[in-house]
């Protein structure tokens, strides 16, 4: 079959695929749909196609979709209203179009979705063989798929990771790679993965808890590992040949204790130091100084930690598996190896208080991160965190605005969502009119060189731009 994996038209500048917090951001962002590169990639002929990157109209996507047989879009719960809004239109054009819905969100609440009459089929789990079968016979009734008659049977996830495309690749042929940013690599950049799954069990994490960890059976937290070889002979291919400033391994922790006792990260930052190549990726905030070090003598420039909070009674409700007492050593660490850090932090999760806040505040003007991300709790269905919310009656306000913009979900009795938007507000502007984080950028602009720069100035424009927008909606709503 004519197959096209699709991006549908959305908001502008919504990151709905390969983000694993969907949503309009204070800072513009846009991830590469990585999920569906990789059944392109395995099928001759098809094409991914990106609307939101490009500000694709509606119509302009219908008439390229109504050339293919077989469409599938990764679902968010971001864009799963104009999905399935895109799906109705395009069925009205062409009847016998085949549409698919995978990912995420449409694994959790596939019995819902495909009671649409929109949605041929759902995937469930990872799609990468299930969407290749579909397309080469020409039937929805394929292993791992849930039709209108009910679910077929599962399909075993992926092991051999090796023998997947390369996402790269994909991209080269398929999406405009200099349009593709994230506040805190140095762009143009690619994303890749080399490995599926997690270790951790946070609670408010969907992709471990619904996609690609087994526990549905009882086998939690099995890891797939890519080999180190073919990690590295991609992203050498990728300096050959897409000419970008950064790669960004995109796996959900990178530096786990299984690749770190092994002996795999070692190997690793062996073969990739040779290469010359820029790169960053995700490290909890438990990672030791030997294991920092290694990262930034390979030439990592900056390592993405999601701390959440600094508050040990929120970490173990969360599941995190780190200290506040871990977290300060590592911000030692972070500081002795001279690795750049985006800092990531939740606000409404269990317990809230002003207080927490403020420890929060106090962590990160210690710290002085080189980029802050500050994120409403959004408990997504599928996880133990939207169990929580919803079993205590804590769900307010839907995840997002009209725009797209994230909202503050979760209300509790001593901290509603109005007090996490005030709070996600207040450590911005704490932070970013402090002497530390003046300090930090500007060292950073004044020897990070040209695509640092770049970075920079990109950032300061898109939340100065966030901000005024944000400041005038309110004096509407006030007036």
């Not at 679902?75 to 016998?96: C, G, Q, T, V, Y």
């Not at 073969?271 to 990672?287: E, T």
């Amino acid at each position: 079959m004519k197959t096209l994996g699709l991006v549908p038209p959305s908001f502008g500048s919504l990151d709905s695929v390969g983000a694993r917090n969907p949503g309009r951001r204070r800072t513009k962002s846009q991830w590469f749909p990585i999920w569906p590169a990789y059944p392109v990639g395995l099928i001759k002929g098809a094409k991914l196609f990106d609307s939101t990157v490009v500000d694709a109209k509606p119509e302009q996507v219908l008439d390229m979709a109504e050339d293919y047989d077989l469409i599938f879009i990764h679902s968010s719960e971001a864009s799963l209203h104009l999905e399935l809004k895109f799906a109705k239109l395009l069925k009205e054009r062409k009847k016998d179009v085949l549409i698919v819905l995978g990912g995420q969100c449409a694994t959790v609440m596939g019995r819902e979705l495909i009671q649409n009459s929109c949605i041929d089929a759902v995937a469930i789990d990872e799609y990468d063989y299930t969407i290749q079968e579909i397309s080469e016979k020409g039937d929805i009734n394929v292993k791992g798929v849930l039709t209108k008659d009910g679910f077929t049977e599962p399909r075993e996830r992926p092991q051999n990771l090796d023998a997947l495309p390369w996402v790269s690749k994909v991209y080269k042929e398929n999406l405009p790679i200099k349009k593709y940013y994230l506040p805190f690599v140095q762009r143009p950049y690619v994303s890749i993965f080399d490995s599926r799954g997690c270790l951790a069990n946070c609670s408010f994490c969907l992709s471990p808890q619904t996609f690609t960890s087994h526990h549905a059976d009882g086998s939690h937290f099995r890891v797939r590992y890519r080999s180190v070889d073919d990690t590295i002979a991609e992203i050498e291919w990728i300096k050959k040949n897409l000419r970008v400033r950064e790669v960004f391994v995109d796996s959900d922790t990178f530096t786990d204790r299984t690749s770190i006792t092994n002996g795999r990260l070692k190997d690793f930052c062996e073969k990739i130091r040779p290469l010359d190549i820029k790169w960053s990726c995700n490290v909890r905030g438990d990672a030791s100084y030997e294991t920092l070090k290694m990262l930034k003598d390979a030439n990592c420039r900056l390592i993405v930690t999601g701390f959440e909070s600094y508050n040990d009674a929120q970490l173990q409700a969360i599941q995190k598996g780190v200290t506040t007492k871990q977290y300060d050593s590592f911000a030692q660490n972070v500081r002795r190896a001279d690795l750049k850090i985006q800092s990531c932090w939740i606000i409404g999760l269990p317990g809230e208080t002003w207080e927490t806040v403020e420890n929060n505040m106090k962590f990160v003007l210690k710290t002085r991160p080189n980029n802050l991300q500050v994120a409403p709790a959004h408990a997504l269905k599928g996880t133990s965190l939207y169990k929580w919310a919803s079993d205590n009656g804590y769900i307010g306000l839907p995840l997002f605005n009209k725009r797209g913009q994230q909202l503050p979900q979760i209300s509790q009795p001593q901290f509603t969502a109005e007090d996490t938007s005030r709070a996600i507000d207040m450590m911005y502007r704490r932070y970013f009119l402090s002497f530390g984080c003046l300090k930090t950028v500007l060292r950073d602009f004044l020897t990070g060189g040209a695509g640092e720069r770049e970075r920079i100035i990109r950032d300061i424009t898109e939340f100065s731009k966030d901000s005024l927008q944000r400041l005038l909606a309110t004096q509407t709503l006030n007036n």
